[in-house]
RNA sequence: GCGGAUGUGGCGUAAUUGGUAGCCGCACCAGACUUAGGAUCUGGUGCCGAAAGGCGUGGGGGUUCGAGUCCCUUCAUCCGCACCA
């Protein structure tokens, strides 16, 4: 038995670089076919267990389109700007690009040993300048557009500039900042700065003030998905609300088309749901108020207008703008008081106190449009300024939210929607308001006994009829803040001419990033490129400070694969159309309101610009599953105690015919057990100090002695079992030494535990034996069966530390680095065993303890090719049917499972073979090199080795998957399960030709059949051909 | 609260249209070989039961000759969003 990987996947890695095995050029002999992982951000930490599982399926799902005939491309890059190589640059001066580039060295050597098939020449790296040039340049031309909500796309805005020169705002839908209204002679009398003001109104890429997330430790804006409970996710430092003046990417316009686009790609539903509520499309109404006293009107945005005669008062957001304006002077002390406290109220806060009820009267009344009421204008923070106007009409009767603001203050609920066949009630009496869109509309005017859906409908067609309102719809999404007081990002290719911003020629990118003498924001609170020296264009206009966001770099770079050195364009014709769209992508889930948003506006706009012809970037989207940390909780348990009580159990059940004694005592010597009879001493021991010294005593006194060490005891029970026979039977024996007890215990000894004794070690235990943080003993001897019998004894009874299951990460001391299990197995035996691991979708522990399987099952299919000396032995003799029925059965199962990613179920299915195989002793060629051709995708070092040991040149990558021939697979005969009822009783073998009758016959007079008819009268005999009998007695 | 997903042996899991529940692997048990090897091989292994047999896919109910699979209901866990009007 000598297979040897590492020699083999030395050898292999080393031919697949130099043979250039993986390049893929442009070939229109073949259909394509693009399979991307999301590329890395590479941290300090490594790659860690979890980060290979997406890559190794995507690595045997290119490998499998190629056997299939595809030119598949599939390439690898790095996301390298992020915060921690800034992070770290901040704390040691260490340039970010030199941290970067270690990592990302490491990445690609940890990438290398588990042998991807990517094509290495296409490489890429967000940071570098050549790469970074078409981010930009994709930035200017969002700059340079506005989008046309009449046409669905983006326009250059020199079209808006001619535009507005003929006639103003006239009739134009686009998407904007603000509502801005003028004339064409407006806009021609305008000066250059109003222009350009005006004009930022509607680029696609656009400044703005704005409320951002201000994290003061950092010195950054934090985007939301960055925060956590209000405090910033790295770090976790306070975050504030402060407006500054910000980039921002005008993605709302996109949102109806990100919307509808979710339903021409292959992806998780669940992920389309999640992007689906993250865009947050709900149809409504815009509807005015008139305010008593007042020439100003209130704008609200509801989903419910059929509700409108049962709004009974209104709320504002403590940040909406009338709200001074319209405060009565009595009440101005009040609500002055309670915008201040909403102001002060962190966003934690506000989160964690979504319960509680606060507001306050501002004194003044509107008039519901329809019903002519007065109704009350209050102030209160479950209103959001961020979503519609700030405002609402609060119909307490049939929302849950405004139904507990007026219970809390008193005010009045009015019924407008009921349910059909109930019976009306008193609404002063409800404990709970009515939410449902089921029902029929009263005490409502005009509109009463319509449905919800009619009554909708009338309601916004009569407020457009009056000019009180109208039909809308809104999005929860919000345009993307883009700007980044960071140093390690893009910076934008954007400079200020009179404090207007303009965008820098294209012919100047890169506009590449400056050093600077630190990496930490100036003492004015500058960004810190506004350090770096002479940050001015040629004509000596100062350039954009801040710099770009993490998802800047990865909203496009699956383009770029295609064409990764053009120095002209971002990709060339040729190859766009050719590569056209990623087929398939692969990655985690937790990018959903992220990475996955922005690249698809990303795409839609260059969609937009006619750069490429698809304008959803991935056509199919496989989300694997997260692989979380094991081992949580840490207990100590004194060791030899357990072992001592292991060993006295054992004792006690095997009932070996001496008494032994435990605990004995002999003057200043204690030992655990004794055996009188026979003068056995049994002492288990964890360290060797006293093992002479008991030793010598012993001999001295004519004992026979069975030192144990203690990681024996739980391993080698069974024969530290038979040793104790043996002495009973009379055996001489020795004394027991180990070489090394205190090096591997058979537990999981804890590096991390700081005060560690000598007589304890930690236990790791898995969590779900935890609960209320006491372990529960059963379940723990259920986990660990080695401790079924013994007593456990636990310090205090309670946990020393632990922490919680969760993603892996370092600072959990939980990392699992793929490399060790590389070094140990092989990166086939990972590569597979990260498979069998179960579906790739799902989330799972990690635990290496089943990887032996699939250690074993490549040593077996070594073992198929070669003999016990290690010499290849392939027979060129044909196969036999049983081998080919073998083969084919796999060559199906492999072809269905691998094209739908149940690779699990391959993984399997290729023990399932080389089982029989073995089995049947096959070593034909024959039959072995197809199979060969079947594995190759997911083992591919030893698919190699062998297949060249086989007498072929070349890669085995370039081979045709095998053809399968049905033939092979047809049975003559099935063994057909009988059941009585539905249970199954025994089994019958007939030919698969045989008639229905004919088989009712069989069975009918079948003896095992005679037991169960008995005494029955038989009123159904059921026979699906092939399948199942079932006999209804 | 809303949306989504998942519940099957001691464990990871399998069962593609409703048709033999538990494939494959781990762990375990028994045995062979062995030096008491982190190697290999053989057999066993859902639970209860001596056996016959019974019970079994989170719980309850239903449809069906037949349900892990379909329907209703309920519980638990995980993920996402969360005062979104």
Known sequence: MDYNFAHIEEKWRDYWRADKTYQVAIDHTRPKYYVLDMFPYPSGAGLHVGHPLGYI??????????????????????????????QYAIQTGTHPAETTMKNINRYRSQLDKIGFSFDLERELCTCDPIYYKWTQWTFIQLFNSYYCNHAQQARPISELIDIFAKQGTKNLDLARTKDLSFTAETWNVMSEKEQQETLMNYRLAYLDDAMV????ELGSVLANDEISDGLSVRGGHPVERKSMRQWFLRITAYADRLLSGLGTIEWNESIKDIQRNWIGKSVGASLFFDIEGSDEKIEVFTTRPDTIFGATFMVLAPEHELICQITTDDQRADV??????????????????????????????AINPFSGKRIPIWVADYVLMGYGTGAIMAVPAHDSRDFAFACHFNLPIIQVVSKQEEPITDSSTWTESYDSKDGIIINSDFINGLTVREASEKIIAEAEKRNIGKGKINFRLRDAIFSRQRYWGEPFPIYYKNDIPYAMPE???????????????????????????????KEGYPIETNTMPGFAGSSAYFLRYMDPYNKKQFFSKESIDYWQQVDLYIGGSEHATGHLIYARFWNMFLFDLGLIPESEPFRKMINQGMIQGRSSFVYRVNIEKLAEYFIW????????????????????????????????????????????DVSSYAKE??????LIPVRQVIEKTDIILQKIKDVIAGKEIEVFED??????????????YPGREFYTDPIHVDINLVQNDVLDIDAFRKWMPHFANAVLLLEDGKYICGWEVEKMSKSKFNVQNPDDLVERYGADTLRMYEMFLGPLEQSKPWDTQGIEGVSRFIKKLWRLFHNNENEFVIS????????????????????????????????SAFMICVNELTDLKCNKRAVLEPLLILIAPYAPFVAEELWSQLGHAGSITKQDFPKLDENYLSEKSFVYPVSFNGKKRFELELPVDTKQAEIEQIVLNAPEAAKWIEGKTIKKVIIVPNKIINIVV
């Open 57 to 86: 399926a995507s690595d045997i799902y290119s490998r499998y389109k190629r056997l299939k005939g595809f030119n598949v491309l599939h390439p690898m890059g790095y996301d390298a700007y992020g915060l921690p190589a800034e």
């Open 213 to 216: 997330n201000w994290c003061p």
């Open 336 to 365: 002055q008081e309670y915008v201040m406290y909403t102001k002060n109220r962190s966003e934690r806060e506000r989160m964690t106190e979504v319960k509680r009820v606060s507001g306050q009267f501002t004194g003044t009344y």
């Open 507 to 537: 012919s100047e990118l890169p506009l590449e990033l400056p050093e600077i003498d630190a990496y930490l924001p100036t003492e004015t609170g500058e960004p810190p490129l506004a350090r770096a020296k002479n940050w001015k264009t």
């Open 649 to 692: 159990n054992k004792i006690k059940d095997k009932k070996l015919g001496v008494e032994f004694v435990q605990n004995f005592r002999d003057g200043k010597h204690k030992f655990d057990f004794f055996a009188p009879e026979i003068k056995l001493l049994v002492e288990v021991k964890r360290a060797q100090s006293s093992e002479k």
């Open 701 to 706: 006194k004519g004992y026979k002695i069975l």
């Open 739 to 752: 070489s090394d007890p205190l090096k591997e215990t058979g537990f999981y000894v804890s590096k991390n």
């Open 876 to 907: 060129d003799e044909p196969a036999t049917e049983k081998e080919l029925k073998t083969l084919h059965k796999t060559i199906k199962k492999i072809d269905d499972d691998t094209s739908r990613f149940s690779f699990n179920t391959a993984v």
